[in-house]
Structures are given as structure tokens and as C-alpha cells.
């Protein structure tokens, strides 16, 4: 009886462990999966510019994208349903169709962006299958917000991932272990991010001839500093500058051509990455959206006549007008050491 006992006690110790070793290699493998999934990184390059998930709840300037899955996703929503809605949100933001009211108030309708169809199905779907980044202060905000509405009108948008803590895991990595065009990726977004983060801020706030002044003054500094912060040479050059100091050389006037041709196309970019002796140089479009043409469209059309007499005040070289949405405005050009 005893020798019964402590076999069975043994074969319940052993599936105990067979168990947990399962659970354990099963969820390893769902973070794999979840950071080789295309729309991962399309989200960060494509997204966190404003809906950043490191961005504090005063200086925010759109809602993070956990809360938009929150938002769109309930138990029966299918990935299929998901897919569509973000697809058709995308291609014509506007007031009416928002499921978003508080989003919209604050911060407006998003400007109209011209991503690929299959970029934001790439997002979408990684949206919907994994737990992505959240803030620190989101779950507190998103239960208060809850309770404000009783438990109606905030989707719950639970269940899909493979545990928490995962983005914030990710988000810890050292830009220096990863592959050379993901890295100098990496530098152009952040810096994209503080540049926008500010920028838009300063339009929510004080208006478009404000943030004429903010990008004369403070765009340059803020540039730096993140230039500093990498120990890279962060720079934005174009073929058409409003600044005289962001004239693109011969060899970059060369891939912003080659960029132009990708967008053109309707395809995703992907960085240009040139290794010369011990340093490595990165390359990555800087594309319009409806914002932008606010002061880099058509003059006394998309710019208005009293922008358009800041910007020859500001800048009496100007070229940077003309645009329209989906264009390469100019490069995001990077060099750092190997």
C-alpha cells in the first residue's frame, strides 16, 4: 500500500512538472512568435509616433494603442471584423464614424494617413492576437474610466495575448543588440517621437503659427539632444528644405529618390542601411499627411495666407511646399559606430 501511495504521489509530481514545463516553454514560444510577427514592428515604426506607449497621460497626444484594441474588441468580435474596422478607420478618420468620443475631444480627429492595406492587416492582426505594450498608468485610467461608464461602452479586448509585461520586457532592450537598420530604425523613431510628441502638442495647444516657432526654435535642440542620448548623428535632409542646413547631399538626394519610387508603389520602405569602415549609416523616409500639408501643401490652399507669411518670415529659402499627402518630404539620415 505504502509503495502504491508513493508512486502515485510520484507520477502526479512528474505531470505537475511535465506541466509547468509546457506552460512555461508554451509561452516562451508565443513571444517569439509575437516578436517575428510583421506587424510588431510596423506598429512601432508606423504608430507609437503618436500613440506611444511611453508617453505620460499629461503628454500624450493620442490614445495608446492598447486602448483602441480595448475599445474595438469584445468577446465576439472576430480578427476579420478587427482587421476591417481599423482598415476602414484608416482610410477615412472622421467625427461621426469615432468610437473614441473622449480621444476625439482631446485631441481631435487623427489626420489622414495612406498606409498599404497590407501594412495595417499586418498591424491589425498582431493587434488582435497579442498582448501589446500598455503605459504605466493605463490600467488605473482604463478601470476608472470603466467604472465611469459602468461596465458599457468600454470593450474589454482581453484574452488574446500571453501574459503581461511582455511590451514593457521588449521595450528594455539595448537598441545595440539589434541588427544595424532595426537600430538606426529605432534612433530615427524616438527622435520622430519627441519631435512629433512636442510639435503636435504645441498645434493642440496654441495653433499652427505656434508650431512655426517651435519647429524654428526648438527642432534643432531636441534633435541633438536625442543625437546625444544615441551617440548618433541624427539628421533630416531633404531635396526640398525649408532650412538651408537640412540640404541633402549627392548620395542622399540618390535614396531619397529611391524612397520616392516605394512610396510611390504603395509599398512598405525599409530602412537603407550602408556600412563604410567602422561606421554604419541608415537611411528612412519622412512621408505627408494631412497635418503636414497644414505647412508644407499648397500655399493660400492647404497652408493658410497668414502660415504662409510666418513661413517666408521664418524661412525666406523655403522650398518645402507643394506637398501632398503620401510623399517622401526627406530622409531620416543616421550614422553611428559599429
Avoid at 27 to 50: D, I
Avoid at 79 to 106: C, L
Avoid at 199 to 227: H, V
Wanted: charged share 30%.
Amino acid at each position: 500500500m505504502i509503495k502504491f501511495v508513493t508512486l502515485v504521489l510520484l507520477s502526479i509530481f512528474v505531470l505537475s512538472c511535465n506541466n509547468s514545463k509546457n506552460k512555461e516553454y508554451s509561452a516562451f514560444e508565443k513571444q517569439l512568435k509575437a516578436n517575428k510577427h510583421p506587424g510588431k514592428k510596423l506598429m512601432e515604426t508606423n504608430c507609437y509616433v503618436c500613440h506611444s506607449p511611453s508617453a505620460s497621460h499629461e503628454d500624450r497626444i493620442a490614445p495608446p494603442m492598447i486602448a483602441i484594441k480595448k475599445h474595438y474588441i469584445s468577446e465576439n468580435t472576430t480578427k476579420e471584423e478587427f482587421i476591417t474596422a481599423m482598415q476602414t478607420w484608416i482610410k477615412n478618420p472622421n467625427e461621426e464614424d469615432a468610437k473614441m468620443f473622449g480621444a476625439v475631444r482631446r485631441f481631435g480627429v487623427m489626420p489622414k494617413t495612406h498606409y498599404p492595406e497590407k501594412t495595417i492587416k499586418e498591424i491589425a492582426d498582431y493587434m488582435y492576437d497579442f498582448d501589446i505594450e500598455e503605459p504605466e498608468w493605463f490600467e488605473a485610467h482604463y478601470n476608472e474610466e470603466k467604472g465611469k461608464h459602468n461596465g458599457q461602452g468600454m470593450k474589454k479586448g482581453n484574452g488574446k495575448g500571453f501574459g503581461n509585461g511582455y511590451g514593457k520586457q521588449q521595450s528594455r532592450l539595448q537598441f545595440q543588440n539589434l541588427p544595424y537598420g532595426e537600430r538606426g530604425l529605432k534612433y530615427a523613431i524616438t527622435t520622430k517621437s519627441v519631435l512629433g510628441k512636442n510639435l503636435m502638442g504645441s498645434i493642440q495647444k496654441k495653433g499652427i503659427l505656434e508650431a512655426l516657432s517651435f519647429c524654428n526654435e526648438r527642432a534643432y535642440p531636441l534633435t541633438d539632444s536625442m543625437s546625444v542620448l544615441h551617440d548618433a548623428i541624427i539628421k533630416r535632409v531633404s531635396d526640398k528644405p525649408r532650412n538651408e542646413q537640412n540640404q541633402a547631399n549627392t548620395e542622399e538626394l540618390k535614396y531619397i529618390e529611391t524612397f520616392k519610387k516605394v512610396i510611390s508603389n504603395k509599398e512598405e520602405p525599409n530602412p537603407i542601411v550602408k556600412e563604410l569602415d567602422n561606421k554604419v549609416h541608415v537611411y528612412y523616409p519622412i512621408t505627408t499627411n494631412d497635418m503636414c500639408l497644414k505647412c508644407h501643401g499648397t500655399p493660400n490652399k492647404t497652408i493658410e495666407n497668414k502660415t504662409f507669411k510666418k513661413l517666408k518670415a521664418l524661412y525666406p529659402k523655403d522650398k518645402a511646399i507643394g506637398y501632398n499627402v503620401n510623399e517622401v518630404r526627406g530622409i531620416w539620415s543616421i550614422t553611428f559606430d559599429k
